[in-house]
């Protein structure tokens, strides 16, 4: 469990509910080498709920960045997430979609018990979940439900700005028809976001297929990074038999290898980057593993649940408290 901290004063907050991909880790069905490993109890190997981060510029408001299928779990598990007033109370304030995936929509389904909140997100992300009956469990006369448009800055709470800019990606998987997928396809079905607060800039990418230019220039300077952590290796599912699709083709770039996140961030000027977004194939979650100590070298963090982040103007400095 994390301990709750007071509001103190303005300060940027991240806190990592889940930092696995979909699925999580281990996968329920999954035998791959590291789900093979945790069944068989081997140490070193930490479970990850599926992915959704929290932030807030007082501690006491929070706004969900994407909600899994593990989310009453996560509320659960941290303590910044639990009611504290009242016969009804929730510090989750907002919610905001980055995309339509499953494994980042499902956990709405767990907020449908009348607690007000806003729902934010691209018309074209709300056009997915209207499409779905099952959204109708979200009562409208207490979700609001807001669209946001493309770099345009809005203060969902109290001091907290968020941009919503768009990242090379696809379309939900469930929404893919029979023809060829563009897997680079930049509009308004997978986004990045960036979060300001008390003069702090993090950014949340959880789904990115490549890092053009123009993003690279947008993240430069950045104090804080939570950065697509899917896969390794391009080919990794394959590698490990448990899936005929590569990174790329999920809309994920891999960390290695020429076009991987490991090189195209060599040099970048960022605060802090962490990937976020792990799946359980990633060789990355072993302890021991080489690749690990790749990631760790290139300056990158791995996230775990429970991770915080806090960001405060005064002295530029990032802490983080671990569970
Ligand atoms: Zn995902
Ligand atoms: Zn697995």
Known sequence: MIEMRGAAGAQLRALVLGAGAGGGFPQWNCRCRNCASFWAGEAGLAPMSQSSLAVSADGENWLLLNASPDLRQQIINASQMHPRAGKRHSPIKAVLLTNGDLDHIAGLITLREKQGFDLLATEEIHSVLRANPVFEALDP???????????????????????????????????????????????????????????????????????????????????????????????????????????????HMAMAGPGGSLAAFSGLPIGRKIFIHINNTNPVLRAGSTERAAVRAAGWEIACDGLEVALTRQDQSAQAQGR
């Open 141 to 251: 006369e207490f979700v609001s439900r807001k669209p946001i448009a493309l770099e345009a800055p809005s203060e969902v709470l109290p001091g907290l700005t968020v941009t919503l800019f768009a990242v090379p990606g696809k379309v939900p998987l469930f929404l893919e028809g029979e023809g060829p997928v563009d897997t680079s396809a930049v509009g308004e079905f997978t986004v990045g976001v960036e979060i300001a607060a008390a003069g702090q800039r993090l950014f949340y990418i959880p789904g990115c297929a490549a890092l053009p230019a123009d993003l690279a220039a947008r993240l430069s300077g950045a104090d804080l990074l939570f950065f697509d952590g899917t896969v390794y290796h391009d080919d990794e599912m394959i590698r490990e038999g448990v899936g005929h699709k590569t990174g790329a083709r999920m809309g």
